[in-house]
């Protein structure tokens, strides 16, 4: 089965550039997704099919996905943007990362 | 406004059984495939069961397959998880979510608030 794999912690100054990875076996072939996961609440779309936003999304989150790695990247970093952050594919079914959390200090 | 909204969670002991629910409103629910996925305590998130937009099509993950059953009234505008032999390990928050896809592609928005499932004697 397809795995996908993510640190388990990224950290990031008040308004720099936070980048989480998300890696597996020629991931560049497959759309990924993200969510976000704010403690205590359901997840959150906030990219889809690799650099898509969702409506109300802010600009500052992007993505991109080549090779091996996908790259969630959320520019001007803000404390609000603390959460979990999960990658996901489909490989014929729904395939999760294991989860990063964003930590602003 | 797309709403989920999941109930039935609670306090069952092993071997037992529990029915969630999930009220969808917001759009056309028989258009659109759904699924449950499941979170335990402190770990990430498991893609548990979907069900296709008619209901007769449906799918689960080898940890639940047996046990589990998904199902759909589209007159009512729900979603149904039948979970029977429920085991420790199955002991976690399950979200409902509306299957979003293009192209072959399968990604899922929204999400529900959740229901807890705790198995414990």
């Known amino acids: 089965s397809y795995e996908l794999t993510q640190p388990l912690s990224v950290s990031v100054a008040l308004g720099q550039t936070a980048r989480i990875t998300c890696g597996g076996n020629n991931i560049g072939s497959k759309n990924v997704h993200w969510y976000q996961q704010k403690p205590g609440q359901a997840p959150v779309l906030v990219i889809y099919?690799?650099?898509n936003r969702p409506s109300g999304i802010p600009e500052r989150f992007s993505g991109s996905n080549s090779g091996n790695t996908a790259t969630l990247t959320i520019s001007r970093a803000q404390a609000g943007d603390e959460a979990d952050y999960y990658c996901?594919?489909?490989?014929?079914?729904?395939?999760f990362g294991g989860g990063t959390k964003l930590t602003v200090l | 406004e797309v709403q989920l909204v999941e109930s039935g969670g609670g306090l069952v002991q092993p071997g037992g059984s529990l029915r969630l629910s999930c009220a969808a409103s917001?759009?056309?629910?028989?258009?659109?495939?759904m699924s449950w996925v499941r979170q335990a305590p402190g770990k990430g998130l498991e893609w548990v069961s979907a069900i296709s937009g008619s209901g007769g099509s449906t799918y689960y993950a080898d940890s639940v397959k047996g046990r589990f059953t998904i199902s759909r009234d589209n007159s009512k505008n729900t979603l149904y998880l039948q979970m029977n032999s429920l085991r420790a390990e199955d002991t976690a928050v399950y979200y409902c979510a509306k299957r979003e896809q293009w192209l072959g592609d399968n990604w899922f928005d929204p999400w529900g608030q959740g229901t807890l499932v705790t198995v414990s004697s």
């Open positions: 996901q594919v489909w490989d014929s079914n729904w395939v």
């Open positions: 917001g759009f056309t629910f028989s258009s659109y495939a």
């Open positions: 099919r690799d650099s």
